[in-house]
T-cell receptor
Framework: GAGVSQSPSNKVTEKGKDVELRCDPI?????LYWYRQSLGQGLEFLIYFQGNSAPDKSGLPSDRFSAERTGGSVSTLTIQRTQQEDSAVYLC??????????????FGPGTRLLVL | GENVEQHPSTLSVQEGDSAVIKCTYSDSASNYFPWYKQELGKGPQLIID?????GEKKDQRIAVTLNKTAKHFSLHITETQPEDSAVYFCAASINNDMRFGAGTRLTVKP
């Protein structure tokens, strides 16, 4: 079946502009994660959604970052007033369910953001 | 919170040799340990995982071992091939919280 999809695949923007990144999780997956991956680095957790529960925003680096998930499916990560240090690959992952039962996270291809 | 350390950061082997990547974790409550392979320009893809009630798991040329007492786990790739070249990430998970190692860039030279 279809995997996690993200759009756009690449985004170039000017410093100070706002950007929106989109994630379509695997159908039926109730949990959705956003991560940031800087060049040559590991994955930095940003935010986690599980069903209708309040999201875990503990990884968001500043109040310029926000995310929402509409109807328990598609998610949008918004970065306001972008800075050059925001340049990175933004990865989305989904898994079948949250809670104590461990399920694998499936990743999308990422959005490569470049802030000039 | 959980802290995952991964070594080495880069690894170069000859085709046909074995490769071993090691990770340690800090929280003894972690109970799920996946390994991901990330090729250039792509998202991480799960290659193997192990749960805390299992000490070893093997899938063809790939194996993972887990030592809960020492809080470390390792990825073993045998008979390496050039297409194994990629960045490999380990992770440790407690419920919904998954923390990743910094990654190992594996290069398999033909």
């Amino acid at each position: 079946g279809a995997g996690v999809s993200q759009s756009p695949s690449n985004k170039v923007t000017e410093k100070g502009k706002d950007v929106e990144l989109r994630c379509d999780p695997i159908s039926g997956h109730t949990a959705l994660y956003w991560y940031r991956q800087s060049l040559g680095q590991g994955l930095e957790f940003l935010i986690y959604f599980q069903g209708n529960s309040a999201p875990d925003k503990s990884g968001l680096p500043s109040d310029r970052f926000s995310a929402e998930r509409t109807g328990g499916s598609v998610s949008t990560l918004t970065i306001q007033r972008t800075q050059q240090e925001d340049s990175a690959v933004y990865l989305c992952a989904s898994k079948q369910r949250g809670g104590a039962i461990q399920e694998t996270q499936y990743f999308g291809p990422g959005t490569r953001l470049l802030v000039l | 919170g959980e802290n995952v350390e991964q070594h080495p950061s880069t690894l170069s082997v000859q085709e046909g040799d074995s490769a071993v990547i090691k990770c340690t974790y800090s929280d003894s409550a972690s109970n799920y340990f996946p390994w991901y392979k990330q090729e250039l320009g792509k998202g991480p893809q799960l290659i193997i995982d192990i749960r805390s009630n299992v000490g070893e798991k093997k899938d063809q040329r790939i194996a993972v071992t887990l030592n809960k007492t020492a809080k470390h786990f390792s990825l073993h790739i045998t008979e390496t091939q050039p297409e194994d070249s990629a960045v490999y990430f380990c992770a440790a998970s407690i419920n919904n919280d998954m923390r990743f190692g910094a990654g190992t860039r594996l290069t398999v030279k033909p």
